[in-house]
C-alpha cells in the first residue's frame, strides 16, 4: 500500500513511465466481483492498498514458494490478504495483523465472500507484539505496515522465517524520493532499511520497480 494515508489507492509518483504503466494495466484481467468491490471501497475512501501488479506478484511468488505458512503486516481491507491467500497451498494459511478496527472488519467480511476465510487469520492487533507470540515457522512474510516501523517488524518476521522463505515488502521507492535528495526522516529510514536487507548476510535479495517499489528476498 502507499506509505501513507495521505496517498490513495494508485495514488503514487511515477517510478516507471506513464506508457509503461499504462501497457501495464492493459494487461491486467479484469478483477473478480469480490476484489473489484474491495478496490472500489479503497478508491472511495482513500484506504491504501497494494496495487494489481504488487498483488500479482505476492501471488506469484507464494505459488513459487508452495506456501503453506504465511505472514502478513497490514491487512488493511484485506486486498493483498487475498492475493496471497490465493497463492497458498490448499491447506495454507496467512496470519494477518491490522490495528484499525474498521479496515479489519471489512477485511473479515470481503476474504469470507471471496471464500478464503478458512486460510487466513486476522489479528486486531499491533504487529509488533503479535509476531512476538507467534510459534512455528513460516515460509512467506508480507511486510505493508507503519513506514517508520520496518526495521521491527523485520526483527520479529526473521527468526520466524524458514529456510528458503520468501520476504517480501512494499513501498520501498516511497514514490521515488528515495532516490532523490530528501532529508525527511521517513526517507532516510527507508533508504537505511534497504541497505540493510539487501546487506543482510541472512539474505538474498533484489528491489523491483513494481507499484511503489517491492524489496523480494529468500532466506538462506
Known sequence: MPYGDDHSYREQAVILTEPVSEYIDQLRSAPDRVLAAMEAQ???????????ATGRLLQVLALARGAR???EVGTAIGVSTLYIARGLAQDGQIVSFEIDPARHAAAVDYLDRAGVSDRVSLRL???RQGLAELEGRFDFAFLDGVKLQYGDYFDA?????DS????VVDNVLMDG?????DAAERISVARAF???L???????GTLTPVGDGVLVAVKR
Open 42 to 52: 479503497a478508491r472511495t475512501d482513500r484506504i491504501p492498498v497494494v496495487v494489481p
Open 125 to 127: 492487533q499491533d504487529a
Open 177 to 181: 524520493r528515495v532516490a532523490i535528495d
Open 69 to 71: 505458512r504465511a505472514l
Open 194 to 196: 534497504n541497505q540493510r
Open 164 to 167: 528458503g522463505a520468501v520476504l
Open 198 to 204: 539487501l546487506g543482510h548476510p541472512e539474505l538474498t
Open 157 to 161: 518476521v526473521l527468526p520466524l522465517l
